[in-house]
């Protein structure tokens, strides 16, 4: 069986939902954002990536986002919406932002979620823990959405597509579900 450093980090990586408060190093930072920019891309390189390490800004995003999945039309984010210990950040950090733009010729949301699993994959090489969060992009639907935007400087006619919390992990030992079976089919 042929194993190297890519397949282990592969296999390993798991959603991370608890942090410490402690900031991530610059250079971990500048790692995992360069590893998105060389995600493949059908758009031209026409995404932008949106660093967050203000920490009140954080918690007005989650804030935000929590009231908007209120109004959702969706039972389990309605509740999570309402669940006063739900962070959907799960504390940590640092986030980013995917957005792509609205005038590329053809949708960016595959660019975007090349980009963000190129972001998962390199925090857990350098020992970081992630997870991706939809939740979060649902403070652009809230009343605050437009001023949110502009406060995090999203580039006009960019969609935020995606994003991923950074930070250490608060345990070390995560559980790797076992992989379901008949998900391949082979034709040979
Ligand atoms: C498009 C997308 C959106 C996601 N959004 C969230 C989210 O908002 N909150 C969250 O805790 N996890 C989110 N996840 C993480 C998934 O729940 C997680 O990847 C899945 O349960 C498999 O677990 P693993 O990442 O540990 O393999 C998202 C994953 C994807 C691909």
Redesign the pocket.
């Known amino acids: 069986m042929i194993v190297n450093e890519t397949l282990k980090i592969i296999q390993q ?5 608890s942090y410490q408060e402690e900031q991530i190093k610059e250079e971990e930072l500048q790692v995992v954002l360069e590893a998105g920019l060389y995600a493949p891309n059908a758009g031209d390189q026409a995404w932008h990536f949106t660093a967050v390490q203000n920490r009140a800004l954080l918690e007005r995003l989650n804030l935000a986002a929590k009231e908007a999945a209120r109004q959702m039309p969706i039972e389990f984010l309605k509740e999570l919406g309402n669940n006063d210990h739900f962070n ?1 950040l ?1 504390g940590a950090p640092t986030l980013i932002i995917v957005s792509g733009s609205e005038r590329a010729p053809m949708p960016l949301d595959a660019d975007c ?1 090349a980009a ?1 699993q190129n972001l ?1 994959l390199a925090a857990e090489s350098i020992g970081l823990g992630s ?7 649902m403070a652009f639907d809230s009343p605050q959405g437009p001023a949110l935007r502009r406060e995090l400087k999203i580039p006009v006619d960019y969609k935020p597509y ?2 991923v919390v950074l930070g250490y992990k608060r345990d070390a030992t ?1 559980h ?2 076992e992989r379901k079976p008949n998900l391949i089919t082979y034709i040979r």
């Open positions: 990586r798991r959603s991370i939902r959907c799960y979620a963000t998962l997870c991706w969060i939809y939740f979060v992009l995606d994003s995560v790797v579900p």
